[in-house]
């Protein structure tokens, strides 16, 4: 079993900052590519910041400048640092990775359960 989970969620007031952590957990040979996604109400699922095993980052255009993504390799933890928080980024925000587990060949896409973030004007 793996098992990615999502925390640092809140209620921010627009300029604020937060700060996700998403760890995954079990029976892990590797995490490869880790992201993070985010979900507003009516919206179609967004990819906003993915980061390689190697470090490489990719970030939406709407956050660049603004989040940071990083992963500590040896916990399986990824982080998206957000700041200048906009009422825009209001949405649930859902940890990705890509993990090869134990005793298997191929790897598959495993999804956090999703922490709410909530930016008010």
């Known amino acids: 079993q793996v098992q990615l989970v999502e925390s640092g969620g809140g209620l921010v007031q627009a300029g604020g900052s937060l700060r996700l952590a998403c760890a995954a957990s079990?029976?892990?040979?590797?995490?490869?590519?880790m992201g993070w996604y985010r979900q507003a109400p009516g919206k179609q699922r967004e990819l906003v910041a993915t980061?390689?095993?190697?470090?490489?980052?990719d970030y939406a255009d709407s956050v660049k400048g603004r989040f940071t993504i990083s992963r500590d390799n040896d916990k399986n933890i990824v982080y998206l640092q957000m700041n200048s928080l906009k009422p825009e980024d209001t949405a649930v925000y859902y940890c990705?990775?890509?993990?090869?587990?134990?005793?298997?060949?191929?790897?598959?896409?495993?999804w956090g359960q999703g922490t709410q973030v909530t930016v008010s004007s």
């Open positions: 980061v390689t095993s190697g470090g490489s980052t």
């Open positions: 079990g029976t892990i040979f590797r995490v490869n590519g």
């Open positions: 990705n990775a890509a993990v090869r587990r134990r005793a298997e060949v191929l790897s598959s896409t495993y």
